[in-house]
Structures are given as C-alpha cells and as structure tokens.
C-alpha cells in the first residue's frame, strides 16, 4: 500500500510562495507519476501538475502554469509543489496522489479516478 504524506501549507498573503512536500513510502513497485490536486471550498478536486517517475517529465494545469513547478527527490521519494506569486484563487486543500499506471494518451492523469493513493491533504490559504 502507497502511503503519501504531505505538509507546507499554511496561510499566506497574495504575491507570497510555498513549497508544499509530499514524502511517499510504502512502494513495491514504480508508479507511473505522482500529481498534485486541490480542491477549493465548494468546488470540486482539480488537477494541478504531475511528475513522470521514470524521468521527471511534468506537466500542469493551465492555471498555474509559469507560478507553480513540480520536483522531486528521487533517492527519498518526495515530489515538491512549489507555488509562487500566490493568488486567493489558489486557496484550497491540496493533496498529492499516486497514478499508478499510464493514461491513454495523454500519460498523465487529469481526472482523480486514475489516481489509486491520496495523501490526507495540506490547506492552503492565500489572502489579499
């Protein structure tokens, strides 16, 4: 069983950065990659970026493009979410999950039926 974990969210003002960590153990065999999604109040979970295991492809949400960038340390198994330029719209709950199998396509996974593992979340929010 993948277990994810993930920590660095708190309270900030708009403009300010973040580095959200996400430490996973627990795996037998490689995934596939690991994404980050969040889910703002009263709205649904969405995608925000996902890093290939096998080579640290990425890939992100139109939103966050050019303020967001997905890492990872391959030797401890931790995949960062460093968020930069913060706005109130990026308030939300994020939780870091395990795809293990590629998505047609695509190869990332957008949608969170493909994703297997989720961590408990980290709450962020951004004021003004």
């Known amino acids: 069983q993948v277990r994810l974990v993930e920590s660095g969210g708190g309270e900030v003002q708009a403009g300010d950065s973040l580095r959200l960590s996400c430490a996973v153990s627990?795996?037998?065999?490689?995934?596939?990659?690991t994404g980050w999604l969040r889910q703002a109040p009263g709205k649904e979970r969405e995608f925000v970026a996902s890093?290939?295991?096998?080579?640290?492809?990425?890939y992100y949400a139109n939103s966050i493009k050019g303020r967001f960038i997905i890492s990872r340390d391959a030797d401890k198994d931790i995949i960062y979410l460093d968020m930069n330029n913060l706005e109130p719209d990026d308030t939300a709950v994020y939780y870091c999950?395990?795809?293990?199998?590629?998505?047609?396509?695509?190869?990332?996974?957008?949608?969170?039926?493909?994703?297997?593992?989720w961590g408990q979340g980290t709450r962020v929010t951004v004021s003004t």
């Open positions: 627990g795996r037998t065999i490689r995934s596939f990659a």
């Open positions: 999950a395990d795809q293990r199998h590629v998505v047609t396509g695509r190869g990332f996974a957008i949608a969170e039926r493909h994703y297997t593992s």
């Open positions: 890093i290939k295991l096998s080579d640290g492809e990425t």
